[in-house]
């Protein structure tokens, strides 16, 4: 029994390792600025236009070397005696055991909407189990594997600087920023002084504990137009995901996923595919948001 948990860790391990490998992979070579036809922005009124920035990947990155040192060495960091630690590591143990578990598992992937995206689900179904320990030390995992991406600070300075409504939405979950806002760990994006105060959807956590919408479901954009106040034909996203921007002139994302939902999507004005801070910086200057 030991030896097979021990490969069972040793198999989360590492595949959570690759997925922190997944910013070095080449990404699509596609177009960094979607557009509506003839769109600019130069003659419109700053407080007018809202600009969506998604988290991860945009405004907060991922290496090996953050996975390791902020995840792996810090997962047990909500503990502080040995003996709490102890503890804590055989509730992982407990979990992994748990044949109800693997049912929440099935459960989530199997979401009447397809994949469930959202972390926190997945959280606060082991936290419902009884583990919530774990939980607790997991929301601070999904946090601290991640750093603010400084070389976007100096846009979004500019950006806000010129008046123009800033906003974050993201698939990050509702108690997942929460954490991030009260251990200030991003306090230049989510701080008392940062940009973004709150998640333009899901910035309340469901009483089911499940959530049921996230990009790219046409609810998503539609809940965080209203939820920021703001028309679509006024409104970019900046994204790293070229699936997550279905809603740029019915765009390739729904060529290339022909889905109900890419297909049903609000169009908003434009969509920057964001790979490097110089190609964003010189999509908002074909935009003309920035000199």
Same mark, same amino acid.
């Given at each position: 029994?030991?030896?097979?948990?021990?490969?069972?860790?040793?198999?989360?391990?590492?595949?959570?390792?690759?997925?922190?490998?997944?910013?070095?992979?080449?990404?699509?070579?596609?177009?960094?600025?979607?557009?509506?036809?003839?769109?600019?922005?130069?003659?419109?009124?700053?407080?007018?236009?809202?600009?969506?920035?998604?988290?991860?990947?945009?405004?907060?990155?991922?290496?090996?070397?953050?996975?390791?040192?902020?995840?792996?060495?810090?997962?047990?960091?909500?503990k502080e005696?040995?003996?709490?630690?102890?503890?804590?590591?055989?509730?992982?143990?407990?979990?992994?055991?748990?044949?109800?578990?693997?049912?929440?598992?099935?459960?989530?992937?199997?979401?009447?909407?397809?994949?469930?995206?959202?972390?926190?689900?997945?959280?606060?179904?082991?936290?419902?189990?009884?583990?919530?320990d774990v939980?607790?030390?997991?929301?601070?995992?999904?946090?601290?594997?991640?750093?603010?991406?400084?070389?976007?600070?100096?846009?979004?300075?500019?950006?806000?600087?010129?008046?123009?409504?800033?906003?974050?939405?993201?698939?990050?979950?509702?108690?997942?920023?929460?954490?991030?806002?009260?251990?200030?760990?991003? &306090?230049?994006?989510? /701080?008392? +002084?940062?940009?973004?105060?709150?998640? $333009?959807?899901?910035?309340?956590?469901? *009483?089911?504990? @499940?959530?049921?919408?996230?990009?790219?479901?046409?609810?998503?954009?539609?809940?965080?137009?209203?939820?920021?106040?703001?028309?679509?034909?006024?409104?970019?996203?900046?994204?790293?995901?070229?699936?997550?921007? &279905?809603?740029?002139? /019915?765009? +390739?994302?729904?060529?290339?996923?022909? $889905?109900?939902?890419?297909?049903?999507? *609000?169009?908003? @004005?434009?969509g920057i595919?964001?790979?490097?801070?110089?190609?964003?910086?010189?999509?908002?200057?074909?935009?003309?948001?920035?000199?």
């Amino acid at each position: 029994m030991k030896k097979k948990l021990a490969i069972a860790l040793l198999g989360i391990c590492t595949i959570a390792t690759l997925q922190a490998l997944k910013p070095w992979e080449q990404k699509e070579q596609v177009p960094t600025l979607q557009l509506k036809e003839g769109v600019t922005f130069v003659d419109k009124n700053p407080g007018d236009v809202h600009i969506f920035f998604d988290a991860h990947g945009v405004l907060v990155e991922r290496t090996l070397w953050t996975f390791i040192k902020g995840g792996m060495f810090n997962l047990f960091a909500t503990k502080e005696t040995f003996k709490e630690k102890a503890y804590l590591a055989g509730q992982f143990v407990q979990v992994l055991c748990n044949p109800n578990f693997y049912r929440g598992l099935r459960d989530l992937l199997g979401n009447p909407k397809g994949k469930n995206k959202i972390t926190e689900s997945y959280l606060n179904m082991i936290g419902a189990l009884g583990y919530k320990d774990v939980r607790e030390a997991l929301i601070q995992f999904a946090n601290n594997v991640f750093v603010t991406n400084r070389d976007i600070l100096p846009l979004l300075a500019k950006l806000k600087s010129r008046g123009y409504n800033l906003h974050l939405f993201s698939n990050i979950g509702a108690e997942i920023f929460e954490d991030a806002q009260q251990r200030n760990l991003f &306090p230049e994006l989510f /701080g008392d +002084k940062g940009y973004f105060e709150h998640n $333009t959807i899901n910035f309340t956590a469901p *009483e089911s504990g @499940t959530y049921t919408t996230w990009k790219p479901q046409p609810e998503a954009y539609t809940q965080a137009l209203s939820n920021a106040g703001a028309q679509a034909e006024e409104s970019i996203m900046i994204e790293d995901k070229l699936k997550n921007l &279905p809603t740029v002139l /019915g765009i +390739k994302a729904a060529q290339k996923k022909k $889905t109900r939902a890419t297909q049903k999507t *609000e169009q908003w @004005t434009a969509g920057i595919l964001y790979r490097n801070q110089n190609e964003a910086e010189n999509a908002f200057k074909e935009l003309g948001l920035i000199n």
